[in-house]
């Protein structure tokens, strides 16, 4: 059965300093143990900056002997991940785990792989092929078009890892009384910005 | 095949089986000859292998030797040796090149081998209680273990690791727990902590480390009998061989298929491919066969003009295959005109015509011998009636040792002579050789070995002609009579399997450029019987473990002879290549491989007084 003991020192460790690190895991429903869901905020300097992404995580019944199964919820646009099902092409999520990594340390290694993508690995990139055809796409485009990469990385960013905050805007500006279609269309056009967008509002 | 069975072991028949080695004498085709040639230490073929059967007992044994050598070289205990063993795939002269190469730090560190002088000084510095960095809890020093290379975790941690690692049959190279350490967990440690709590695991993962020498072994390989015997065969030498378990089962060593030379490997994997396969229907249908355009059936034409009606009663024109109108004269079909001539297409089917053709040709060849073969098998029983028979009657001939003799080589060379047309389908068709040879060479070499298969095939019908006749109701002229022929026929025989061979591997495979094809050598007694597993010069510790056995010390003395011979013969054979071009009677097989790969000088295997004399 599934040590835990461990996964709860686990969450209360890398709960402990959220600020710093950027990483933190819940409960994925109440009491349990084996189902979490862990986030990350996007490393400064990146495409992914100011984003906040979601990670599906399963503990199997031999953790930590066995490693942690991890998935992105959030959509991203990375040359190792899966853009359709948010797969994690990470050696230590695979047969590189050490039963002396946790979770947090984890997060870490993925937080660090959006820093650093290794499309030119080319062991990554060989296991990429092999695993995520699709990810081919990515890999030749990051490589061929850094511009280009780090806009559409960029865009899905601003997308899907910061949906919940438009959506709180939203619902900021619709209890000041404005119709929700307007305040979503305002929103867009000025780009996120709360101020700007009341000041468009209440000017036109 | 299942009528291997219902052979004689050919040691009950024949003179006994002398060494492990194959010797072949070019000068008679009598056996006898065989023991002198090999007390002489004369013997031209370089194909030698030789094996031995390792069964679950011996299987311990088996790797004992091997994992001295590299104890005794390298100073190391059991399972560091072990350990470098299964990284290295049991290649222990691998290990001496790369020890050279690479020198025994590297050697060690990319097998996962350290080696922690300090071990207990290390171990007792922890008198504080210790936290496990794996499940954060305090534990006594007591209970904690440390690996060679220098990681300490808790006991219940390493063990529930191990479990993981058992189960998910990783058993032979179990790193340490800590991130990219390299280390592999000293067997010991894991053999000790995961008995005290499963020992059922503990007896799997000590039965996966012993298997390790069949599992990661290049010369060692499980017998494919089905159902399984359980016992493992060993190569040493050429694995190009044709071997036989202590269970019957004949196979080819390096594909695991039934024996199946003069055909190699990739040919023999093709033919059985193709023949069970529907290429050769779908081949036919095409030829044959148009679609109908309305129901899309299949439609053979079976005699008439050119307009072909269709069960579902659509009439259609067989040259082009468009729908037409029933009108028609004999030559034309009103209103329907496809006169062009489509050359592609007309090209495609003639190309599928003649393949089929010939690919027909040497499968039915090839069936009939094989179909012979069973006959002649069912023909064996008969045959021990009237040997019953004849022994019994008034007369002055008692030994009808020739009969079986005979027998077993019309068997021997029935299958030869089967295997040969797959053979010959591949070695002249397009589909492995296609640039290998000009058409002229093609026809050349094609004549060459076909006039050889006809000798052989109509002295194997000769041989089967005689040892079917009811010699048991002969005059004693007549069985001498009979006797002669079957006699001198078997030794022709066998001269003309082993010249067929010869043929195959220098004038056939051995000039190819392109693809590399080994074929086993001709055994003149059939594929050679694996003998059972002998400690051979052995430590006295060995010799101690293990009951010796009676049979264990000739087999031990005439395997010394083997390959000891098999060292002064190979320098023979070079100093007669370089001194004369008679060269017929050898294989150019291995000389082949030297020239490709740099060989051992010496075979490992030997005692150290024969390396030393050489």
Known sequence: MLDTTRVQKELVECNRDTAISGVSIDLHDGANLTHLCGSISGPLGT?????????????????????????????????????????????????QWSPALTLKTALLSLQALLS????????????????????????????????????????????????????????????????????????????????????????? | MADDEDFPSSSDVEEPEVGDCYLSDHEDDIAENVLQDLEDGRQEDCNWSVTSVITKESLLAAQKEDLRKIMELLA????????????????????????????KDRLFSEAGLTMNENKVIALSSYSDPFTCSICFEDVSPVAITEMDCGHCYCNNCWTGYFIVKINDGQSRRIRCMTPRCNAVCDEAVVRSLVNARHPDIADRFERFLLESYIEDNNKVKWCPSVPHCGNAIRVLGDIYCEVECTCGMQFCFNCLSEAHSPCSCIMWEQWTKKCHDESETVNWITVNTKPCPKCHKLVEKNGGCNLVACICGQAFCWLCGGATGRDHTWSTITGHSCGRFKEDQTKLIECARRDLYRYMHYHNRYK??????????????????????????????????????????????????????????????????????????????????????????????KLSMFLEKDFQDFSDEDVMENMKHVINLSSVIDRLCKQMYQCIENDLLYPLQRATHNIAPYKSKGPEKASELSVCWVSNQARSTKTTKMDVLPNHISAVNASGTTLSAKRTRQFQAASSSDESGSSRKLSKNESIGSAPLFDLNMPAEVIDKS
């Open chain 2, 76 to 103: 190391l205990s059991e399972q560091h040796a072990r350990t470098l063993l299964i990284h290295y795939r049991w290649d222990v002269e691998r290990i001496f090149e790369l020890l050279e190469e690479k020198g």
């Open chain 1, 116 to 204: 650093a993508p290794a499309p030119d690995d080319p062991q990554d990139a060989v296991v990429a092929q092999q695993v995520f055809l699709s990810n081919l796409l990515y890999i030749l485009q990051y490589l061929r078009d850094y511009q280009k990469f780090v806009g559409t990385a960029r865009h899905w960013t601003e997308t899907f890892a910061k949906n919940t905050n438009k959506n709180e805007q939203v619902s900021k500006l619709v209890e000041m009384g404005f119709p929700e279609e307007l305040a979503r269309s305002v929103l867009e056009a000025v780009k996120g910005d709360e101020n700007a967008a009341l000041e468009k509002l209440c000017s036109g």
């Open chain 1, 47 to 95: 495409p992914y900056e100011g984003g906040t992404f979601i990670i599906d995580i399963q503990l199997p019944s031999d953790y930590p002997f066995e490693p942690p199964k991890m998935q992105f919820i959030t959509r991203v646009w990375h040359p190792n991940i899966s853009s359709q099902n948010g797969a994690i092409c990470l050696d230590i999520l695979k047969d």
């Open chain 2, 368 to 461: 009939a011998h094989t179909d012979s073969l069973k006959q002649e098998s069912n023909l064996k029983e008969t045959i021990q009636g009237k040997i019953v028979i004849s022994e019994n009657k008034e007369s002055r001939i008692k030994d009808y040792s020739w009969v079986n003799n005979g027998l077993n080589r019309l068997f021997r060379s029935r299958r030869v002579l089967s295997y040969s047309y797959p053979f010959a389908f591949y070695m002249f068709g397009d589909e492995l050789f296609k640039d290998e040879m000009t058409s002229q060479e093609r026809d050349l070499k094609q004549n060459l070995f076909e006039d050889q298969q006809q000798q052989l095939e109509s002295n194997v019908e």
